[in-house]
């Protein structure tokens, strides 16, 4: 709405006549301000008001009635803020603006286009608005106090899209003025001035290299849920994805033409229970997998029979011995999850502890799970420290495993001191 249309409306509604300027006569206008000290937009008396706000003597004046006036919700024609603006120059609005700053950073205004009007004046006093902004607001019967800007505390809610695009919008025009803002106020510790400064001139970040892009996978994996990351013991009661744990091995390949990579882990992991029955839990990282993690999908069968003290496996049979059970420490009555069958996981202990690594699957299987095409073996072992808390990437056996895996060189694996063995876990009495 342009300044002569809202005189007209104002006239129309009013049926005064314009004075020299083509305003409502300043005493009139006066008159109408003082007796009706309550806006509301879209009732009959409106129009009159409006017009008679815009008619005012100067910028000083303006400023003096809308710090008088009370604002129900929001208040005012389109463009309501540039029309007062136009009319009286800037600096009566941005006080009153400032006068609207309140807990948080929540700017109460009657004017929908506050923030355009931030946007076009570009001045100092206008980017520290913006920057003190969070979200404009109105609120029923509300009115303005005024304060000065320096008093008025950075938000403290989040901020809304659009406040951050005033402050792009006045930097952009007047780059060393906001630069001088920001510096005053980062000097002040002030946390927005900080974040807008690194929002309009970001620092360049190093690029992540290889390796750390390989270890933040390990990590996010090692910090989620039990299914991500294969782990020793979980201290967790009635949980399907507690599987009693007995061995586990590490295959990591790269690729030999291209930037591929893959981890994949074997769990030995299970129960007599048909719901939690022995098998080898597959757990999948690299370029090529899109879950990373432990899916039953993947996982591998565990040839396994139990007939009395009798257990047949991949190697044959083996008859459970009472001294072997003794001089091997095969923790009996011991589990390393809180519920499970002692018989049974002693019996698959005994042999596994006779034959290690009898239950491991091929080789070639895991790689093919891996992904990666025209793979390189850069290691298959079941001794190395394993991380099985949040990060691997603190782990000098980890960081070893992404610098090998990146320069495609076996030999710079370290595996570190082995802490694979179930004697470590089993601690639950069952």
């Not at 109460?108 to 076009?120: C, S």
């Not at 879950?291 to 029979?305: F, I, P, R, T, Y």
């Not at 991949?314 to 009996?332: V, W």
């Amino acid at each position: 709405m342009s300044l002569k249309k809202a005189i007209a409306n104002g006239r129309k509604r009013a049926k005064f006549t314009p004075d020299s300027r083509g305003l409502m006569p300043l005493a009139r206008a006066r008159r109408v301000l003082t007796k009706n000290p309550i806006v509301r937009y879209r009732e009959d008396l409106f129009e009159e008001q409006w017009a008679a706000m815009l008619s005012l003597k100067d910028a000083e004046e303006a400023r003096k009635f809308l710090f008088a006036l009370t604002w129900d919700n929001w208040t005012g024609p389109d463009g309501s803020a540039k029309l007062l603006v136009e009319r009286y120059g800037p600096e009566p609005v941005l006080d009153h603006l400032v006068g609207g700053l309140g807990l948080g950073g929540m700017l109460y205004t009657p004017f929908h286009d506050a923030l355009d009007v931030l946007a076009k004046d570009g001045s100092e006093l206008a980017f520290e608005i913006a920057l003190r902004t969070c979200n404009p607001h109105a609120s029923i019967m509300w009115k303005a106090k005024k304060q000065k800007i320096a008093n008025v505390k950075p938000p403290s809610y989040p901020v809304r899209e659009k406040v951050d695009d005033v402050l792009k919008a006045i930097a952009k025009a007047h780059p060393e003025m906001a630069r001088s803002v920001l510096d005053r106020r980062i000097a002040l510790k002030d946390k927005r001035a900080k974040a807008v400064a690194q929002m309009l001139w970001p620092k360049p970040t190093k690029p992540k290299t290889p390796e750390k892009t390989i270890l933040d996978v390990l990590d996010t994996a090692a910090s989620s849920s039990i299914a991500d990351w294969p782990r020793f013991n979980t201290g967790i009661e009635d949980d399907p994805h507690t599987y009693e744990y007995f061995a586990l091995r590490l295959v990591a390949v790269c690729s030999k033409t291209t930037g591929d990579w893959g981890v994949v882990f074997e769990r030995l992991s299970g129960s007599y229970d048909e719901f939690q029955s022995t098998c080898l839990q597959r757990f999948r990282y690299g370029s090529q997998i899109e879950n990373a993690g432990w899916s039953s999908d993947h996982d591998g069968a565990v040839k396994l029979s139990v007939d009395g003290d009798t257990i047949k496996g991949p190697k044959g049979s083996l008859t459970l011995d009472a001294n072997a059970i003794a001089k091997r420490d095969l923790k009996p009555g011991l589990g390393c999850e809180l519920e499970g069958d002692d018989g049974y996981n002693l019996r698959l202990r005994a042999y596994l502890d006779a034959y290690p690594g009898a239950f491991f699957g091929d080789v070639a299987e895991l790689v093919r799970l891996s992904g990666v095409p025209s793979p390189l073996v850069i290691c298959d072992t079941t001794s190395f420290a394993h991380a099985p808390g949040k990060r691997p990437s603190a782990s000098p056996t980890y960081r070893s495993l992404a610098n090998a895996i990146v320069l495609r060189n076996p030999r710079l694996f370290v595996p570190g001191k082995s802490n694979l063995d179930f004697r470590l876990y089993a601690t639950h009495r069952l």
